[in-house]
């Protein structure tokens, strides 16, 4: 039986494990102003940390949960989760760009009807997921539905075509960056889903083995420490207009806290009535002063950062020139 020590120490790392995903989902999903196709990377990315934060909180939750209504539930959507992560990481790796023109290769629409119909499947039906129950000792066990191993071939599959893409597409890539980026994906596609597959999918089918499951949600970190890596090192994403975006409107923010509650504060002072007024007008000052003052510090922030003029409408770098 599990000591109450184990449970507190797994507890610990699933908070790191979802502070880590969210910080890195949040930083990438705001503040950048990007070509169409790196629009559509950072999209899929936002839709597959979310997708695979789901499948760890619902794997952290199942054993506390009480009722074995709720724990049905919980089991099937981890499980229909799954199946919507291994497309979206599919979508993924084909949408990073390997082109100056920034082309991405869309996945087949009849990959998203299949996928979809297999989560509403999982969800809502016991083909798949059909009884969960929680031992005593706290560990989760599943009776399989009969589309069980038809569910583990889509996860297989998706996996591999995703994989296969990353390093097909790394052979061919002229530019050294891109395949370092795909490289990097590719390491943390094998790894995480690799531990996945084999800890959450094939054992416990296969084996009736259900002691290595939180290792499987765990080794997500492997996947997002890449695409981390990815990021900040070979500008898988454009990190100058994040760091520089998210610096502008931290003070920008700031700015508006502040000012709003100083401008009120002082314009009560000798004003009494009419508070509704006051505030109206407190509004009115920082709404007139907020682009100016973003664009200054846009500016300072770039000739600090980088010494440079940035010019994030047509993504392109311009530099000073002297006559």
């Not at 102003?33 to 934060?53: D, E, N, P, Y």
């Not at 082309?103 to 297999?118: I, K, N």
């Not at 920008?252 to 007008?281: P, R």
Request: proline letters at 3%.
């Amino acid at each position: 039986m599990l000591s109450d020590a184990f449970f507190g120490a797994l507890a610990l790392v699933y908070y790191v494990c979802f502070l880590s995903l969210i910080g890195l989902t949040l930083f990438i999903a705001f503040g950048m102003r990007q070509s169409k196709a790196r629009a559509g990377l950072r999209i899929t990315f936002v839709l597959l940390s979310l997708s695979l934060l789901s499948w760890q909180a619902t794997m952290f939750i199942e054993v506390r949960t009480a009722l074995p209504i709720e724990q049905l539930w919980v089991g099937r959507f981890n499980f229909a989760i799954v199946a919507m992560v291994v497309y979206l990481a599919l979508l993924f790796v084909r949408r990073i760009p390997t082109q100056k023109s920034d082309g991405m290769t869309e996945c087949s629409p009849l990959l998203l009807v299949e996928t979809a119909s297999l989560f509403l499947i999982t969800l809502f039906t016991p083909l798949v997921d059909a009884v969960e129950q929680v031992v005593p000792g706290g560990r989760a066990l599943t009776y399989f539905g009969p589309l069980y191993p038809f569910y583990l071939l889509h996860i297989l599959s998706y996996l591999v075509l995703a994989i296969e893409h990353v390093f097909r597409t790394r052979k061919k890539a002229q530019d050294s960056r891109v395949r370092r980026q795909l490289g990097l994906v590719g390491f943390g596609l094998i790894a995480t889903g690799g531990v996945a597959f084999i800890t959450n999918g094939a054992m416990p089918y296969w084996l009736g083995d259900y002691r290595y499951c939180d290792v499987g949600t765990i080794s997500v970190q492997i996947f997002i420490l890449s695409v981390a890596y990815a990021t900040f090192m070979h500008g898988l994403f454009d990190v100058r207009v994040i760091i520089r975006e998210t610096l502008v409107y931290g003070f920008l923010m700031a700015f508006v806290l502040s000012a709003y509650s100083s401008t009120v504060f002082l314009i009560t002072e000798y004003l009494t009535d009419g508070q509704d007024k006051v505030k109206q007008f407190a509004v009115l000052i920082i709404a007139f002063s907020f682009d100016p003052i973003r664009r200054i510090l846009e500016s300072k922030t770039d000739r600090l950062l980088f010494g440079e003029r940035t010019d994030t409408k047509i993504g392109k770098t311009k530099q000073k020139r002297r006559r």
